[in-house]
C-alpha cells in the first residue's frame, strides 16, 4: 500500500533497500520514476527530452505508445517512463486547473528535469549512497514476497473508504489502459453498500493484510502502520483500536501508538496514528 512509493525514496536515501507493493499501477508507474530519478544518467535524460513538443504530440496520440510503456528490454524504457508520468502529472493538473495539458506539460518536465538536476548535486555533495528498489504491483492480499524475508515494514493502508484511488487517479488509468472494475474488486476500501457492510469487508481485507504481513516479515522485525481515525464517516468506529486488535491475533505485538494530529482537515479526520508492532513469529 505504497502509494508514490515515498518511504521508498526515503529508504534508498538513507543507503537501505527497499520493495514497495500498490496494486494501482500508476502507483507502480510514479514510484518507478521516483526511484529511478535517484539514480540516473542525467545527459541520457537531457537528450531524451531535448524537444517537449515532440514528446507531447506522441503521447496525446490515442493510445500510449508502445515506446512509453513497453520495451521492458530497453535500457531507456525508464526515461521514457520519466516523460510519461510528466505527461500524466500535467493532465492531473489540467483538470483541477483552467490551464491545459499543452501549456502544463513543458513546464511540468521542466521542473522534473531541474529537481532530478539539483538532486543529483546535493547526492554527489553529500556522498550519497543509494539504496536500491524493487517497485511491485501487486496485492497486499497476497504479497509476491517470500516468508521471513523482510526486516522491516512501514505501510499506510486506506483509511476504510475515505478516499477511491482508482476514481480519483481514472484518467491517467485510463489512459494507460487499465480496467478500472477489476482492479475495483482487489482494492481494500472499495467494497460494499452502507457503512456496516463496507467496514465488515474493510475488515476483513485488513485481517488478510496483517497476516501477509506477518508472513513475509522476519522474527522481531518492526512492523508500522499509519492509519487515520476517521470516525466521522465510520460513525464512531476507531480503525486504530480494531486493526490493533486484529494485529495482535496475528501474532503482531502492539508497541505504541504515536497520535500525529492531521493540519487543515479536522473536519473530516482529526489525526493519523502510527501504529508500532513486532512480529512475534
Ligand atoms: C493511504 S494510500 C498510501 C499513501 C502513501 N502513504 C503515500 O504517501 O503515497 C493507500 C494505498 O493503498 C493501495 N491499496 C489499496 N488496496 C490495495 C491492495 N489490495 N494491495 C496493494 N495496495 C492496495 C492504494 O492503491 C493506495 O495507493
Redesign the pocket.
Known amino acids: ?4 512509493a ?2 521508498s525514496v526515503e529508504a534508498n536515501l538513507l543507503g537501505i533497500d527497499s520493495i514497495s ?4 499501477p500508476f ?1 507502480g508507474l510514479m514510484g518507478r520514476v521516483k526511484t529511478f530519478a535517484l539514480d540516473l544518467d542525467f545527459k541520457t535524460l537531457q537528450s531524451i527530452t531535448k524537444d517537449p513538443k515532440e514528446l507531447l504530440e506522441k503521447l496525446k496520440k490515442e493510445k500510449v505508445p508502445d515506446y512509453f510503456i513497453n520495451n521492458k528490454e530497453d535500457k531507456k524504457r525508464s526515461y521514457y517512463e520519466t516523460v510519461l508520468l510528466a505527461f500524466l502529472d500535467s493532465m492531473g493538473f489540467a483538470s483541477r486547473s483552467s490551464s491545459s495539458i499543452d501549456k502544463l506539460f513543458p513546464r511540468v518536465l521542466e521542473r522534473y528535469i531541474s529537481t532530478i538536476k539539483y538532486f543529483q548535486e546535493a547526492r554527489q555533495k553529500l556522498n550519497l549512497k543509494i539504496g536500491k528498489s524493487k517497485i511491485l504491483q ?4 497476497n504479497l509476491p514476497i517470500e516468508d521471513d524475508s523482510i526486516d522491516a515494514i512501514i505501510t ?4 476504510s473508504f475515505a ?1 477511491d ?1 482508482l476514481k480519483n487517479d481514472q484518467p491517467q488509468l485510463e489512459y494507460l489502459g487499465y480496467n478500472l472494475e477489476s482492479l475495483r474488486e ?4 472499495l467494497q460494499g453498500r452502507g457503512v456496516e457492510n463496507k467496514l465488515e469487508i474493510y475488515f476483513d ?1 485488513m485481517n488478510i ?1 496483517l497476516k501477509e504481513m506477518q508472513r513475509v516479515s522476519k522474527k522481531n522485525a518492526p512492523i508500522i502502520i ?1 492509519i487515520g481515525t476517521n470516525d466521522i464517516q465510520t460513525n464512531g468506529v476507531i480503525l486504530e483500536t480494531k486493526v490493533i486488535e486484529l494485529a495482535e491475533k496475528q501474532g503482531l505485538k502492539f508497541e505504541l501508538d504515536l497520535i500525529k494530529p492531521i493540519r487543515g482537515l479536522q473536519n473530516t479526520m482529526k489525526n493519523e496514528s502510527i501504529l508500532f508492532f513486532t512480529n512475534l513469529k
Open positions: 500500500m505504497a502509494g508514490s515515498t518511504v507493493v500498490d496494486l494501482s502507483c501487486g496485492s497486499v492480499l499506510s493502508p486506506p483509511y478516499i484511488y482487489e482494492m481494500i476500501g481485507k493484510a499509519i
